[in-house]
């Protein structure tokens, strides 16, 4: 049988590791589900297209292939406009697919017919119409932007007719290698300035991550005894129970008010793959590169302005910290205990001894759920503190939305990696008005039989807002709502359900989760004013 061009893509998808593709069909891509199985991706039936996106992103977070989402025409791929855009800011990979109406049809044949890619063009890294005499090419294209530099959504618009079409394959690119910084001036002076470096701090970022540099950030910091400073997507790239591990930054004030003293403090800033549309408003310039020594390896320009460096280096971060070290000679760094002395400070501005609240919930799920649990968190209140609180020993054991930070992306989050890493524990951590935006997907977690435990913090407002809106003396309005029966939601799609107020009920509903042979939603029942004087 010849090959279609829906297969055509489908077999280069299925080529650069790609197992599953996450949608809801309509009739305009049937054409694409069938050619995305019989390539051997198994494409998962969601209930939002936006949620299928997230879910995809998960995927992308355990195997490391591009993330498969599929909408059918018009209001279908439209729902996951809010996942693009996510994608596009937090640098997920991402192939989008969208079925569309044969372009001569378009001219008299109005209903559901608007232009994807013009919706989808300022979201996208790139974004196309399918061919069959480019199908192959087309296909190679948009993996390839998708995957390098700092990576993110690419859209293909795939006409009906198109996708029946028959196509060849064609040649195949060939991937890019990391580029390594050239031998010169600069990379001379870089090395000086490390070498001369007292007090030299790192602060890394997703592109370390996404560029899979821990093993060469942990050399270099060791080595060279400069203590790191994470974005909260790079937490774990240094173990956190490291001693020169600092956490998180990003979002907590009373986390800057300790970490960017003792940044600016330093003689040395080595920012490595550090991407700064994690960061809240006050990282906006914190140091002046014409006063103090600052080194930037990124995968792309600054275009940004959120900072400013010394030296530069658009390249690789494994491959420029290799570079940088050869010739250096280790030496004594920060003599003086300051590096113990704030991360002592840390402890306390963050402690784990309440009775019960937000922060005592954190630490009983830490505490009880196994070293490698994957875990994922929504946006609010309980991100920040959980971004701060949330002890991680690798890279990705903490995924969330922190350049766009989106509400609802906590479960499929979650969902998306307990499919694709089945043997392992995944918690998410949602507050209940964004678990409330995505409830439906219990019914795709019971239908694909997953095991995830979903954490929400009930406490019946939307508590970040809420708390912005008493700081700044405003009258209480629209971000309190209703009490609801979160357990019995849970119990009512086929998973197990718990209410818990305490920290021993917690730890019982977390053991009965983990020996459950479906998903568990644990409501966890905290104050209103919870988080007040805790971020």
């Not at 390839?144 to 040649?171: C, L, M, N």
């Not at 800033?269 to 080194?295: F, K, S, T």
């Not at 020993?393 to 499929?412: F, H």
Request: charged share 20%; glycine share 10%.
């Amino acid at each position: 049988m010849p090959l279609r061009a829906a297969d055509v893509l489908a077999q280069r998808l299925y080529d650069a590791g790609c197992r599953h593709a996450f949608g809801m069909p309509g009739g305009e891509v049937l054409t694409i589900v069938d050619a995305l199985e019989k390539a051997g991706i198994r494409f998962i039936l969601c209930k939002h297209e936006n949620a299928a996106g997230f879910m995809a992103e998960g995927a992308w977070h355990r195997t490391g292939a591009p993330g498969i989402l599929v909408g059918t025409v018009g209001p279908g791929i439209l729902n996951a406009v809010n996942f693009v855009a996510n994608a596009e800011q937090d640098r997920v990979p991402v192939i989008v697919l969208s079925g569309c109406v044969d372009a001569d049809e378009a001219q008299t044949y109005t209903h559901q017919v608007l232009d994807h890619r013009a919706v989808f063009d300022p979201i996208t890294k790139a974004t196309f119409t399918l061919s069959a005499g480019a199908a192959g090419v087309i296909a190679d294209k948009a993996l390839g932007i998708a995957t390098e530099g700092r990576p993110g959504p690419v859209h293909i618009d795939v006409p009906i007719s198109v996708a029946d079409a028959p196509a060849q394959p064609g040649p195949r690119r060939v991937p890019t290698s990391p580029a390594a910084p050239a031998e010169g001036p600069d990379l001379n002076r870089a090395r000086a300035i490390i070498a001369e470096a007292q007090r030299p701090v790192m602060v890394v970022g997703l592109d370390a991550v996404n560029e899979g540099a821990a093993a060469a950030v942990q050399r270099f910091a060791e080595k060279h005894g400069l203590p790191v400073v994470t974005t909260y997507k790079a937490k774990g790239i240094l173990p956190e129970g490291h001693a020169l591990s600092l956490g998180g930054a990003g979002l907590s004030p009373k986390a800057d008010a300790l970490l960017l003293p003792f940044l600016q403090s330093s003689d040395l800033i080595l920012c490595v793959g550090y991407d700064p549309i994690e960061m809240r408003v006050g990282w906006r310039d914190i140091w002046d590169a014409r006063q103090q020594n600052v080194i930037d390896i990124t995968a792309a320009p600054n275009h940004h302005y959120m900072h400013q460096a010394t030296l530069s280096f658009v390249t690789g971060c494994a491959e420029t910290l290799t570079a940088l070290d050869a010739g250096l000679t280790p030496h004594e760094t920060w003599t003086s205990g300051e590096v113990e002395v704030l991360k002592s400070a840390l402890a306390e501005a963050f402690p784990i001894d309440d009775v019960w609240g937000p922060a005592a919930v954190m630490d009983e799920c830490r505490d009880v759920l196994p070293v490698g649990t994957l875990a994922s968190a929504d946006s609010g209140a309980h991100r920040i503190l959980l971004s701060q609180m949330w002890r991680c020993d690798a890279p990705r054991e903490l995924v969330q939305s922190s350049g766009l930070c989106t509400m609802g992306c906590a479960v499929p989050l979650a969902m998306g990696q307990s499919l694709t890493a089945p043997n392992s524990t995944v918690v998410s951590f949602s507050g209940d008005a964004g678990f409330l935006m995505v409830a439906g997907e219990l019914a795709t977690a019971k239908e694909l039989g997953l095991k995830t435990i979903f954490v929400v913090f009930v406490d019946a407002s939307l508590a970040l807002i809420e708390l912005k809106q008493r700081q700044r003396q405003m009258a209480n309005n629209g971000v309190d709502f209703g009490s609801h029966d979160f357990a019995a939601i849970g119990r009512a799609f086929g998973g197990a359900g718990h209410t818990v107020t305490s920290r021993a009920e917690l730890r019982t509903a977390l053991a009965a989760a983990q020996e459950a042979d479906t998903f568990t939603v644990i409501a966890a029942v905290i104050d209103k004013g919870a988080y007040d004087g805790r971020i």
